[in-house]
């Protein structure tokens, strides 16, 4: 069992950056793959940024490519996402996750945060 708790989430205006940060419980933790995921009003959950359960690779949406960056914590029960150049499109709420299984696949995530609400003003 593994649960997550998000937090860092908030108001920015447009070209501003927010860390969201994902804190796990769990003695397996260390072997999930997490990805964080986002949701805007109206539309589906979408990937956004994943990091393996070694820390080796990460994997990223297009449109956050050069802008947001996750990493793992030393402990390796946090995980952490760095936004910076916030865009108004970026709006919604972020959530993370944790998988055995492929790291961009939605379906694959087991176990879920309720999510942090990121709000980026124009």
């Known amino acids: 069992q593994v649960q997550l708790v998000e937090s860092g989430g908030g108001l920015v205006q447009a070209g501003g950056s927010l860390r969201l940060s994902c804190a796990a419980s769990g003695r397996t933790f260390s072997t999930y793959n997490i990805g964080w995921f986002r949701q805007a009003p109206g539309k589906e959950r979408e990937f956004v940024a994943a990091i393996s359960w070694s820390g080796d690779s990460t994997y990223y949406l297009d449109s956050v490519k050069g802008r947001f960056t996750i990493s793992r914590g030393n402990a390796k029960n946090t995980v952490y996402m760095q936004m910076n150049s916030l865009k108004p499109e970026d709006t919604a709420v972020y959530y993370c996750?944790?998988?055995?299984?492929?790291?961009?696949?939605?379906?694959?995530?087991?176990?879920w945060g309720q999510g942090t609400q990121v709000t980026v003003s124009s």
């Open positions: 996750a944790a998988s055995l299984g492929s790291p961009r696949v939605r379906g694959d995530y087991n176990y």
